[in-house]
């Protein structure tokens, strides 16, 4: 059984960094793409960032560029995402999740498994 449990989420002010942890379980993370994605209370899940099985290609949303940083460790089954200079609106349930290398990075529906998500709130 597949599971992607993430961790590190929580309340800071804005400016404060958080490193948010995937650990997986049930599959060779080193096989995947892995994806993190958030979702602001009454809004759309989005693309944050994603990193190619290789370790080598990631890719940003413009929104996080520059201020977020993915990153994975295969010997360990665990992805991260670190987050510095956080704003209000980073304020998210932030998931991630993992797909093979068919579809878009960017799209949620092209994401085979996912966690339960981990909760960031930035205060101003």
């Known amino acids: 059984q597949v599971q992607l449990v993430e961790s590190g989420g929580g309340l800071v002010q804005a400016g404060d960094s958080l490193r948010l942890s995937c650990s997986a379980s049930g599959l060779t993370l080193s096989a995947y793409t892995m994806g993190w994605f958030r979702q602001a209370s009454g809004k759309e899940r989005e693309f944050v960032a994603a990193?190619?099985?290789?370790?080598?290609?990631?890719h940003y949303a413009r929104s996080v560029r520059d201020r977020f940083t993915i990153s994975r460790d295969n010997a360990k089954n665990t992805v991260y995402l670190q987050m510095n200079n956080l704003k209000p609106e980073d304020t998210a349930a932030y998931y991630c999740?993992?797909?093979?290398?068919?579809?878009?990075?960017?799209?949620?529906?092209?994401?085979?498994?996912w966690g339960q998500g981990t909760q960031v709130t930035v205060s101003s």
């Open positions: 990193i190619r099985s290789s370790g080598v290609i990631t």
């Open positions: 999740a993992a797909k093979d290398y068919t579809g878009d990075y960017s799209r949620a529906t092209d994401y085979d498994y």
